[in-house]
């Protein structure tokens, strides 16, 4: 188990080298770098001070050496450089958004796990059933419809028409069209209770998508186990369903669906760029669309970097996970 | 099927159908499959004809006509600068179509190129190239994407380069799994024991055989080529204006809820549609090629 631990990690170490290579030059190599952006914004900028700035922000150094400072800061330092939209250190900017885009995407995550997972198993079970075509019909939608459509008919549906007020008893049942807080509500309990106000469309529209994925992936996992000569000797045996069910077949369906979830955990703290755009939550993905939008490459840099940093980190959580629970992996 | 009467009489058969022939009546049989399929060929036919379907230019606009309601001159209304929100909603449907059927094809070529090499060299080469594509299916794809869209972007060849980079993923894994399958059958053992080389047998023996789940891939990865070029062109980074995408028609359709709501309607409609025609399309095309496909 140690072994096959450690050669994970030797495969990970030039995969990370080449990752921060990939994702330096990706905005390094950029046409018009911050300096340039400052002489678009002021033409009568004097060639002395363009030359003096570049200096002082190191972007006249050959590439290789920009490379190994700006690793060095980021490793060494957990430096990842100075935002120049938010005049806040990218470190201390990204810690603060992720916590915002984690109300989120953790909330959504278990929502859909918790509906998709039983969904799925019955779904699996009751294969060819009117309810398991209707549940599968139903990830269909939640697959093929864009997020952010989707977000936006909901802010129309609950924000903006509701049109059930016209219903006396359910006219309470009225959203807000995006946002964070409220103004006014800023210590205490009273912050999160106003939040949730906030959260619920959000993550719904969150949930919903992570929903349709996991229940297909759950329902094909479990199909395949059933499928199997052991589950078939466990029915012969004479064991009740559902004791083969929970004793064999789950336990088997699970192993795919726990890498799977381990290895989801990346695009959690990515925070869900679409959908915070839409209902105009201050998270992660909002922050990295901004960026890339006003070309604050420190920032855009920096989150990629965290992202790719969670990505191997967890990668390799999935694999000791999966070694974990199926024996057969150790000996490969 | 031989029917063999008692006496040892042996009546001939009709000749056996071709397996592509049976994979196409049972694909006729499903009837969801059929009816997305069809839908789908109506939106292909409709971005095709786009130009002459409609009075209007797709960047005409009518300033005195701004934010307008729906009426017999544009059957859509107007949007906030005056363009007919139909005729941007045909143009719109070849970009996005484009985009999609072009990601998917590169993605394929890719993701055959990718699982090819693994599945059909194995040992180390395998293993070096599957661990790559494992990260790359981890990586939250949407960031990355947002970034590299900044700068080839904007073009249709630049987005289609991006969305592809990260869709090949799905297509490698099968390939693989395909080719590691066939290579160990009695058919491939046997070319190789005549001698045939490399190429032959993959040529000759290996593609055809691993055609089948390749294609339903493709299939359900036009649907998502086309979510993505959505999603980056509402966020801006992707096709750019006056040039209309789907996504970029809701690009500001947000902001105009309060006033005119049905702006925000028709492109996404139209995203959902065709994604969900094509996945019901390649789903029914994975159940009649192989049932027992596991994709």
């Not at chain 1, 106000?197 to 094909?220: D, E, K």
Request: overall charge positive; glycine content about 10%.
């Amino acid at each position: 188990m140690s072994r096959y631990l450690a050669r994970r990690l030797l495969q990970m170490i030039p995969l990370v080298f080449g990752l921060s290579v990939i994702i330096f030059l990706v905005l390094a190599l950029a046409p018009g770098d911050p300096v340039d952006l400052l002489i678009f914004g002021n033409p009568q900028i004097r060639p002395e001070d363009v030359v003096r700035l570049k200096h002082f922000y190191g972007l006249d150094q050959p590439m290789y050496l920009r490379y190994f400072k700006w690793l060095g800061a980021a490793v060494l330092h957990g430096d990842l450089g100075y935002s120049r939209t938010y005049k806040t250190p990218v470190f201390s900017l990204i810690g603060a958004r992720v916590s915002n885009s984690l109300w989120l995407t953790i909330p959504a995550f278990f929502l859909a796990l918790l509906v998709a997972v039983p969904v799925g198993i019955y779904s699996a079970l009751h294969q060819y059933s009117a309810r398991d075509y209707a549940a599968t019909f139903l990830t269909f939608f939640g697959v093929s419809i864009p997020v952010f459509w989707f977000g936006i008919m909901m802010i129309y549906l609950f924000a903006v028409w509701h049109p059930w007020s016209a219903i006396s008893a359910l006219a309470w049942l009225r959203l807000p069209a995006g946002g964070f807080a409220s103004s006014g509500v800023s210590e205490g309990v009273a912050v999160y209770a106003d939040r949730i106000q906030y959260m619920i469309l959000p993550v719904i529209v969150l949930s919903l998508l992570f929903m349709a994925g996991y229940t297909r992936f759950t329902r094909s996992s479990m199909l395949e186990v059933v499928r199997q000569d052991y589950v078939r000797t466990a029915r012969a045996k004479g064991l009740e369903t559902r004791v083969v069910i929970n004793k064999h077949a789950l336990k088997n369906a699970m192993i795919p669906l726990v890498t799977i979830i381990a290895l989801s955990v990346p695009g959690l703290f990515a925070g869900a760029p679409l959908t915070e755009t839409v209902f105009g939550w201050p998270g992660i993905g909002q922050l990295l669309v901004t960026s890339v939008q006003g070309a604050d490459f420190a920032v855009a840099q920096g989150i990629i970097m965290v992202l790719a940093g969670l990505v191997i980190v967890f990668n390799l959580l999935a694999d000791v996970a999966y070694a974990l629970l199926d024996p057969r992996i150790r000996y490969d | 099927m031989a029917v063999i009467a008692e006496r040892g009489l042996v009546v001939k058969s009709p000749p056996s159908e071709g397996y592509w022939r049976i994979a196409w009546g049972r694909l006729k049989r499903h009837r969801v499959a059929m009816v997305g399929g069809g839908i789908v060929g109506v939106f292909i036919l409709i971005a095709i004809f786009a130009g002459s379907l409609t009075p209007y230019a797709f960047d005409q606009i009518d300033l005195y006509k701004r934010k307008a309601a729906p009426s017999l001159a544009h059957p859509l209304g107007t949007d906030e600068l005056g363009h007919d929100v139909l005729t941007r909603l045909l143009y719109a449907g070849r970009i996005s179509l484009t985009v999609g059927f072009s990601a998917a094809a590169a993605a394929v070529l890719l993701g055959t190129l990718v699982g090819g090499i693994a599945g059909f060299h194995g040992g180390w080469k395998d293993n070096a190239l599957m661990r790559f594509t494992d990260i790359m299916f981890s990586i939250p794809d949407l960031p990355i994407l947002i970034i590299i869209a900044r700068y080839l972007g904007g073009s249709v060849l630049g987005i289609v380069l991006v969305i592809s980079a990260f869709a090949w993923m799905g297509v490698a894994r099968l390939v693989r799994g395909e080719l590691l399958k066939l290579r160990q059958q009695d058919f491939a053992e046997a070319a190789r024991a005549i001698g045939a080389s490399d190429t032959r047998i993959l040529a000759r023996h290996l593609v055809p055989n691993a055609l089948a789940p390749v294609i339903v891939s493709a299939t359900l990865t036009v649907g998502g080529a086309i979510l993505t070029e959505a999603g980056l062109s509402f966020l801006g980074i992707g096709i750019q204006p006056p040039t209309p995408s789907w996504g970029n028609m809701l690009q500001n359709a947000q902001d105009f809820i309060w006033t005119t709501p049905w702006l925000a309607v028709w492109p996404g409609v139209m995203i959902f549609l065709t994604v969900l025609c094509f996945n019901f399309f390649g789903d029914g095309l994975r159940d009649a090629l192989d049932p027992r496909l596991k994709i």
